[in-house]
């Protein structure tokens, strides 16, 4: 059973900082990409980030280019979305998904497994 576990979330004024964090068990991701995808209220959920096995490839939305920073420390199994500058119109549920495939895709539909989501709000 692969579970993909999201911690970090919660609320914060703008301006601040969060890091959500991606833990996955029940195998090995070794050479998978992962991705973050949020989904804000009463919207469709939408691509974040998503980074290849190394790092070395990485993908944003343009909405958090600069912002937002996807990390991994394989040897954990964990992913990480460390958020900076964060502003109301980044409340949303986050989640985290994994792909095992090695090639990086902004696409929903190319993640097989997904986190059950961990809520951040943004205060004005």
């Known amino acids: 059973q692969v579970q993909l576990v999201e911690s970090g979330g919660g609320l914060v004024q703008a301006g601040g900082s969060l890091r959500l964090s991606c833990e996955a068990s029940g195998r090995s991701f070794s050479g998978a990409a992962m991705g973050w995808f949020r989904q804000p209220p009463e919207k469709e959920r939408e691509f974040v980030a998503a980074s290849n096995w190394g790092g070395g490839t990485t993908f944003y939305a343009d909405s958090v280019k600069g912002r937002f920073t996807i990390s991994r420390d394989n040897a954990k199994n964990t992913a990480y979305l460390q958020m900076n500058s964060l502003k109301p119109e980044d409340t949303a549920v986050y989640y985290c998904?994994?792909?095992?495939?090695?090639?990086?895709?902004?696409?929903?539909?190319?993640?097989?497994?997904w986190g059950q989501g961990t809520q951040v709000t943004v205060s004005s």
């Open positions: 998904a994994a792909r095992t495939g090695a090639l990086v895709y902004t696409i929903q539909g190319q993640y097989e497994y």
